[in-house]
């Protein structure tokens, strides 16, 4: 396991992140506390310290198992736990990004998780009432009380993030250092703005769903008689024509290299410099998963899915690409200009 530095700060994390999701079995589908147990033990022996919860999993559960097994070695780990979703139902104020919401959950998630400060707390999800300058404001309150360390994001229109850390570094607040988006093999729409965004401003980048809900990890794949091959169980969620010529691509990769598809999967987003959140529901499926440290991925591989997998961006990225607005733009002198600042996804 490596350390990677969180966006633009100075604190360490290692280069996978544990997702405890599947922390507590209130859902009736998580770990119960023993797996927990292992699963723990299991990141940790590989060298994992970076741990993410929510408030709103298993009912508050997964932050309680998490912050018994993080206690003894509480100054080893960096603890992210989000807020934003609710704690009551019926209640208005038990969700959202405000002040009071986040004031009651940063309390609650103290509380559940046995400890006085939170290493990163990601805002989970933009509700769309709450001025930006309550929550950049309300989140420096908690920094500098000490309940916080850092901030992060998630699930937010990139306008609103850079906007947010603007205002923060003009008013002398804490801005976010770290952003958690979903992003996987099928899912890379997060390409026209959110890591364009990420990389200006150095943030961090986190991925949820790295496996696309188990859609990359082959097990919804089934021998087909005629030929074979692998094809894709029919009525799996994240399954389509395009998906299911990714996947099995994804398998064809694996099969040759002598590993899982998994660690296809997980390796490609750890090339492109992203934090994968994964979890697991055992310690043996964890271990599995890990193996991707010991499996590297061959540049005309990483090519090949990079081209399967590429979205449309759109306007205006696609016009800004057109030579006709170049020329406009640089009057026939732009293959004369060496850009060091200049990135090969750039316009």
Not at 172 to 181: D, K
Request: aromatic share 8%; with cysteine; hydrophobic share 40%.
């Amino acid at each position: 396991m490596k350390y990677k530095l969180l966006g633009r700060s100075g604190l360490r994390v290692s280069e996978l992140c544990l997702g405890t999701m599947t922390f507590g079995e209130d859902t009736g589908h998580g770990a119960d506390r023993a797996e927990c147990e292992r699963l723990f033990a299991a990141f940790r022996a590989a060298g994992g310290n970076f741990f993410d919860t929510a408030n709103f999993y298993a009912g508050g559960r997964s932050e309680e198992i998490l912050g018994a097994l993080v206690r003894p070695v509480r100054q080893e780990v960096v603890l992210a736990t989000k807020y934003s979703l609710y704690d009551r139902p019926g209640d208005p104020n038990s969700g959202g990004n405000h002040r009071k919401n986040l004031v009651q959950s940063v309390e609650g998630s103290l509380r559940r998780l046995q400890t006085d400060y939170l290493d990163l707390l990601y805002l989970h999800a933009w509700d769309f009432t709450t001025p930006v300058d309550e929550v950049m404001r309300s989140l420096d309150d908690l920094v500098r009380a000490g309940k916080l360390l850092y901030l992060g994001i998630s699930n937010t229109p990139a306008w609103i993030i850079s906007g947010a850390n603007m205002l923060a570094e003009v008013r002398g607040w804490t801005p976010f250092v770290g952003m958690q988006v979903e992003y996987n093999l099928l899912q890379r729409t997060a390409d026209r703005d959110l890591l364009p965004m990420a990389r200006a401003l150095d943030l961090a980048v986190t991925a949820w769903g790295p496996l696309a809900g188990g859609a990359l990890s082959g097990k919804y794949a089934l021998p087909q008689p005629e030929s074979g091959r692998l094809v894709m169980k029919p009525g799996t969620p994240r399954l389509n024509r395009r998906s299911r010529s990714i996947t099995r691509r994804v398998v064809q990769i694996a099969e040759r290299l002598g590993c899982r598809p998994v660690h296809v999967a997980l390796n490609w987003l750890r090339g492109r410099g992203l934090i994968p959140v994964f979890g697991a529901r055992t310690a043996a499926q964890l271990r599995e998963n890990l193996q991707c440290l010991e499996v590297r991925l061959a540049a005309g591989d990483v090519r090949r899915l990079d081209r399967a997998t590429e979205v449309e961006l759109g306007f205006p990225h696609d016009h800004l690409r057109l030579g006709a607005v170049r020329h406009y733009l640089f009057g026939g002198t732009w293959e004369s200009i060496e850009n060091h600042r200049r990135r090969e996804e750039d316009p």
